[in-house]
């Protein structure tokens, strides 16, 4: 294979991939944003009606926006209680690494499972969250049932296994640490709460990047666990932009209307996208 | 001493002891959604029917209610399905990013940083926005409602991530090698395949751990590419089946015990490999 082709050989299959499956479909919704077409029938040019409309006329999508706000500011949880975790298990007594497997196990199961076994702890007769409730008098409360919780037993659910990888994200980050820099704070006097905000965590940024970043971008995202719990309701209160996405084409059959709202979401994401590569790059990489 | 340890360990014995309850205790508590599922799955209907959800089951019925969850159920069709897609996704994807991973460390080319930017940024990329072109090229294709269609979408849409992953993996590894087998006149393809690719396997191994997790818990490309019960993973089978399952707890847990297997026993046999993974790739930049 000759020298300065080769590069290119390389990076053909992927380039063909990428490129077809997720490049041309990003262009491709921008373009069908710009049109009302119901998938089956003509597609008519309505310019920037769908977005005007977006923005003046439906309260579905200030309702779903409110939600992201709530998921983004709940998500912000995950790396300070990430952070905990990863503070709490990391001392060397025997079993820990068992353990800290086990704190991370919630990763691993899909949005359906998660979805399930919340559906069983929010159960209103025989929940783990009621059978609580009542042991200290509390009267049964179905949260999924009540439009002012949903969303928040919903947040609640996905913050398992967000946690558990913003752990894994802080473990990483404290056996990079710097033991001399440590070692002479503490042959200062400095306690451990000095140690936490004036040393360790300055160290820790790299890590609380990634943690930040993962977290809040999968909050502007969150669709499955929505879909799975409630399907957006009760009476539409839970929705999100991502499963707004999904009820106006797949339902509602408003292909444009829908493309429209996809292309919001993908500029907020972006904006994020942007912060973090721009931030990293700055980083050295 | 530990002194350059944070957080410092635990001196004194009893301190100590008192904090490995604690820490099992949280674990406990921690995993009690899961252990609930479990519990729940292992009892009879006539428990579920007069809501003993917590007390000693009446009836264990373990072998019974999995057997039911395989015999009455597409389940197993649905775990099959999973499991063929994820491992030629594996293999497809690991394959062609492995290639234009190296394409990307070991050359300098025309674009090569506006290309990179791209697979990286496509990674953030919300899947609502590419929903319904994905749709329309699997149509058109004549790929949707197959396996194929999400076969095909996982390994262009992971590659990105991927991609990023081996370029910063390969870019480690001594550039002298490579040097000294071009010198020896040995073709790229050859330096690919003989030096890189063994080198490799590390980074390899971590990303199929990662895409198992990932691909098998995929829940709206299943949702959006496929309808057919021949074609379905077990994420939305499992949905759709608890569905029509709606009391039948005991039931609805087992179907999730054997949708979460899979993930967590590869999870816990590969755990370095998937923490180095989520960590290295994202640390590394």
Known sequence: MRRNLAPFMFLLPVAIMFGTFVLWPISRSIYLSFFKWDGLGDMAWVGVANYVKLFTGDPDFWLSVTNNVRWLIASLLGPVLGLLLALFVSQPIAGMRAARSLFFLPFVLSAVVIGLVFSLVYDPYNGVLNTILGSVGISRFAPLSDANAATYAIIVASLWPTIAFCMVVYLTGLTNLNSEVIEAARMDGAGGGVLLTRIVLPQLSPATSIAFTVTIIGALRSFDLIAVMTKGGPYGSSKVLAYLVYEETITNYKIGYGAAIAVVLLVLTSAYTGLFLARSSKMGR | MSLGLFPAPIASGRSRRIYTIVLWASLAIWLLPLLAIIATSLRGADDIARGNYWGLPTQWKFVENYLTVFTNTPLLQYAFNSAVIVVVVIVGCLTISSMAGFAFAAYRFAFDKLMFVLLVA???????????PVRELMIGLGLYDTI??????????????????????????????LEAARVDGASELRIFLTIVLPMVRPALAALAVLLFTFVWNDYFWALVLVQDVSAQPITTGLQAVSGQWVTAWHLVSAGSIIAAVPPVVVFFLMQRQLVQGLTLGAVKG
């Open chain 2, 122 to 132: 496509g990674n953030f990329v919300p899947s609502q926005v590419l929903m319904v």
């Open chain 2, 148 to 177: 194929w269609a999400l076969i095909l979408f996982h390994m262009a849409f992971h590659a990105g991530f991927c991609t990023l992953f081996m370029r910063n993996f390969i870019r480690e590894l001594p550039h002298e090698l």
